[in-house]
T-cell receptor, first 114, second 115 residues
Framework: GQQLNQSPQSMFIQEGEDVSMNCTSS?????WLWYKQDPGEGPVLLIALYKAGELTSNGRLTAQFGITRKDSFLNISASIPSDVGIYFCAGHGRSGGSNYKLTFGKGTLLTVNP | GAGVSQTPSNKVTEKGKYVELRCDPISGHTALYWYRQSLGQGPEFLIYFQGTGAADDSGLPNDRFFAVRPEGSVSTLKIQRTERGDSAVYLC?????????????FGPGTRLTVL
């Protein structure tokens, strides 16, 4: 089945620093999504990308849909303590039945030291 | 309610027992999804409902798992003869129509522990 490789697995940064994480796939994805999950909660959508090459921002967050349709990155600028959590990439594949089911990466655990 | 709700929030059971997990989607959402999240992993797709019917149950791991959505709103995930390997957080999500562009809104999950 389709798999997403997400890196890094974890990050420890100081408040104010910028953060970058990425996701790659062995197969083409039609959409790329970035979610954040806090402890005891479900994932919350941060950014959705629908076109190859698309660059989208949401406040301090910026994400891009790779030209090859096989990768995406998420940048967080000027990190703050509430950015702490697990960030997941996810996507919809191109194979049959994949326009609704999401495939998730394993997540990046972000810790921000104040 | 304003978001997807799931009950119970935590369920502890013994190996071999039967459990039911409930999901209340956002009002008006026709599409409902169940995912399972093991420790240190991302959510994995289990089943997708469009209205009352299970449009895709290819993610259910075996025939001990079953889900229903009889009236097209609330859904129940049922697990028979639970095993320790079933321990995970079970997440429910809903979306407006189920098309690829629809945002899936997740509930807080039910943490299932099988002793």
């Amino acid at each position: 089945g389709q798999q997403l490789n997400q890196s890094p697995q974890s990050m420890f940064i100081q408040e104010g620093e910028d953060v970058s994480m990425n996701c790659t796939s062995s197969s083409i994805f039609n959409t790329w999504l970035w979610y954040k999950q806090d402890p005891g909660e479900g994932p919350v959508l941060l950014i959705a990308l629908y076109k190859a090459g698309e660059l989208t921002s949401n406040g301090r967050l910026t994400a891009q849909f790779g030209i090859t349709r096989k990768d995406s990155f998420l940048n967080i600028s000027a990190s703050i303590p509430s950015d702490v959590g697990i960030y997941f990439c996810a996507g919809h594949g191109r194979s049959g039945g994949s326009n609704y089911k999401l495939t998730f990466g394993k997540g990046t655990l972000l810790t921000v030291n104040p | 309610g304003a978001g997807v709700s799931q009950t119970p929030s935590n369920k502890v059971t013994e190996k071999g027992k039967y459990v039911e997990l409930r999901c209340d989607p956002i009002s008006g959402h026709t599409a409902l999804y169940w995912y399972r999240q093991s420790l240190g992993q991302g959510p994995e797709f289990l089943i997708y409902f469009q209205g009352t019917g299970a449009a895709d149950d290819s993610g259910l791991p075996n025939d001990r798992f079953f889900a229903v959505r009889p009236e097209g709103s609330v859904s129940t995930l049922k697990i028979q003869r639970t095993e320790r390997g079933d321990s995970a957080v079970y997440l429910c999500a809903s979306s407006w129509s189920g098309r690829a562009g629809d945002t899936q809104y997740f509930g807080p999950g039910t943490r299932l522990t099988v002793l």
